[in-house]
C-alpha cells in the first residue's frame, strides 16, 4: 500500500465547513490545517513546492474567485479542490475558469476526495514550462491567462485562426427550432452570422464542413454527451471557443465542459443581450488566446 502521508496538502477551512472531513484526510495525508487567510498565505509561502494540492473550502463569493485567482498566478503548480454549500451559478462558472481540478458539494464523503487526491499524486511531477503550458490550455480567465503567457517567455504569437469580431460566424445547435430560429433572427440583426443545428450529430457534420468563429451549444439535446461533444466540436474546429445553453444547472457537467474548453454557461430563460454580451466576452477572449498562444 502507498504512503500517503509522504504527499502534503493544504486544507483551508475559514468556516469550519469540513472539520471532521479534514480530520480524516489528515489521518490519510500530510495535511496543514488553517482558518485564516493569513494562515494560508504564511503555509503557502513556507512549504511553497512540497503543497501540490489545496482543499479550499469556500461560499463561491467573488472575494473566494479574487483569492483562488491571486493564489494561482503564483502558485501555479497548486491543484485546487473546492468544497462549498453555496452554488451561485454565475460566481460558480468564473471560479470554473480559473482551472479548478474538482469541486464538490461539504456534504460530499472523504473517500471521494481522496479519490481526487490519489488521482493527482499518481500523475507525474512536471517543470515549470510543462505546468505552464499546461494551464495555459486549461484556464479560460483573461487575467490569469495572461499571468501564465507572460510567465511562459519562449511563447509566439500565432494568428492562423483568429476569430472574426466584426461579423462572426455562429453555430447555433440547439433542438427547439422555435428557440433556434428566434436566436438566429436575434444574431442576425446584431450584425451575426448563425448557423442553425438541431442535434449533436448534425453539429459534429456541420463543424466537418465549415468554420465558425463561435458555437453556442444546448446541453439538452437528445443525442448529446456533454463534455465528450464540447471536445468533440472544438476538436473539429480548431478550437472554436463554446457557450453552453441549458435549463438545469449541473455543476458536475459544467466543470467537465469547461476543462474541454466551454467558456461559458448561460441558464433558460435568458435575457438575449446577455447572451450578447457573453458572445461578445468570449470573442474576446479567444482572440487573445490566438494572438498569444505558443507555437507547437
Same mark, same amino acid.
Given at each position: 500500500?502507498?504512503?500517503t502521508?509522504?504527499?502534503?496538502?493544504?486544507i483551508?477551512?475559514p468556516?469550519?465547513?469540513?472539520? $471532521?472531513?479534514?480530520?480524516? +484526510?489528515s %489521518?490519510?495525508?500530510t495535511?496543514f &490545517?488553517c482558518?485564516?487567510?493569513s494562515q494560508?498565505?504564511l /503555509?503557502?509561502?513556507k512549504?511553497?513546492?512540497?503543497?501540490?494540492?489545496?482543499?479550499y473550502?469556500?461560499?463561491?463569493?467573488?472575494?473566494?474567485?479574487e483569492k483562488?485567482?491571486?493564489?494561482?498566478?503564483?502558485f501555479?503548480h497548486l491543484?485546487?479542490i473546492?468544497?462549498?454549500?453555496?452554488?451561485d451559478?454565475?460566481?460558480?462558472?468564473e471560479?470554473a475558469k480559473?482551472?479548478?481540478y474538482?469541486?464538490?458539494h461539504t456534504s460530499?464523503?472523504?473517500?471521494?476526495?481522496m479519490?481526487?487526491?490519489?488521482e493527482?499524486?499518481?500523475?507525474?511531477?512536471h517543470s515549470d514550462?510543462?505546468i505552464?503550458q499546461?494551464?495555459m490550455?486549461?484556464v479560460?480567465?483573461?487575467?490569469?491567462?495572461n499571468t501564465?503567457n507572460?510567465?511562459l517567455k519562449?511563447?509566439?504569437p500565432?494568428? $492562423?485562426?483568429?476569430?472574426? +469580431?466584426? %461579423?462572426?460566424?455562429?453555430?447555433? &445547435?440547439?433542438?427547439n427550432?422555435?428557440?433556434?430560429?428566434k /436566436?438566429?433572427?436575434?444574431?442576425?440583426?446584431?450584425n451575426?452570422?448563425p448557423?442553425a443545428?438541431f442535434?449533436?450529430?448534425?453539429?459534429l457534420?456541420?463543424?466537418k464542413?465549415?468554420?465558425y468563429d463561435?458555437?453556442?451549444?444546448?446541453?439538452?439535446?437528445?443525442?448529446?454527451?456533454c463534455y465528450?461533444?464540447v471536445?468533440?466540436?472544438?476538436?473539429?474546429?480548431?478550437?472554436?471557443p463554446?457557450?453552453?445553453?441549458?435549463?438545469y444547472k449541473d455543476?458536475?457537467t459544467?466543470?467537465?465542459?469547461?476543462?474541454e474548453g466551454?467558456?461559458?454557461y448561460i441558464?433558460?430563460?435568458?435575457?438575449p443581450?446577455?447572451i450578447?454580451?457573453?458572445?461578445?466576452?468570449?470573442?474576446?477572449?479567444?482572440?487573445l488566446?490566438?494572438?498569444?498562444?505558443p507555437s507547437?
Amino acid at each position: 500500500m502507498k504512503n500517503t502521508k509522504l504527499h502534503n496538502i493544504i486544507i483551508f477551512d475559514p468556516n469550519n465547513l469540513i472539520e $471532521s472531513k479534514a480530520n480524516q +484526510l489528515s %489521518s490519510n495525508y500530510t495535511s496543514f &490545517v488553517c482558518s485564516q487567510e493569513s494562515q494560508l498565505n504564511l /503555509l503557502l509561502q513556507k512549504h511553497n513546492r512540497s503543497i501540490r494540492t489545496l482543499i479550499y473550502c469556500t461560499k463561491f463569493s467573488m472575494h473566494d474567485y479574487e483569492k483562488i485567482k491571486a493564489i494561482k498566478s503564483v502558485f501555479f503548480h497548486l491543484e485546487f479542490i473546492l468544497l462549498t454549500h453555496h452554488h451561485d451559478i454565475q460566481i460558480f462558472t468564473e471560479i470554473a475558469k480559473l482551472g479548478i481540478y474538482s469541486i464538490h458539494h461539504t456534504s460530499i464523503h472523504p473517500a471521494i476526495i481522496m479519490l481526487d487526491l490519489d488521482e493527482i499524486y499518481s500523475k507525474p511531477q512536471h517543470s515549470d514550462q510543462e505546468i505552464l503550458q499546461k494551464n495555459m490550455t486549461f484556464v479560460l480567465d483573461h487575467d490569469l491567462y495572461n499571468t501564465y503567457n507572460y510567465l511562459l517567455k519562449n511563447s509566439k504569437p500565432s494568428i $492562423s485562426s483568429q476569430p472574426n +469580431l466584426n %461579423s462572426p460566424r455562429l453555430l447555433i &445547435v440547439e433542438d427547439n427550432k422555435v428557440l433556434n430560429s428566434k /436566436l438566429c433572427h436575434w444574431f442576425k440583426t446584431k450584425n451575426m452570422i448563425p448557423t442553425a443545428c438541431f442535434s449533436a450529430s448534425e453539429a459534429l457534420y456541420t463543424c466537418k464542413k465549415n468554420k465558425y468563429d463561435l458555437i453556442l451549444l444546448d446541453l439538452g439535446l437528445p443525442d448529446n454527451h456533454c463534455y465528450k461533444l464540447v471536445k468533440k466540436l472544438r476538436l473539429l474546429s480548431g478550437n472554436t471557443p463554446v457557450i453552453l445553453l441549458t435549463a438545469y444547472k449541473d455543476y458536475e457537467t459544467l466543470l467537465g465542459c469547461m476543462k474541454e474548453g466551454a467558456f461559458e454557461y448561460i441558464t433558460k430563460p435568458f435575457n438575449p443581450n446577455h447572451i450578447i454580451n457573453k458572445i461578445h466576452q468570449t470573442l474576446t477572449y479567444a482572440l487573445l488566446r490566438s494572438e498569444s498562444a505558443p507555437s507547437t
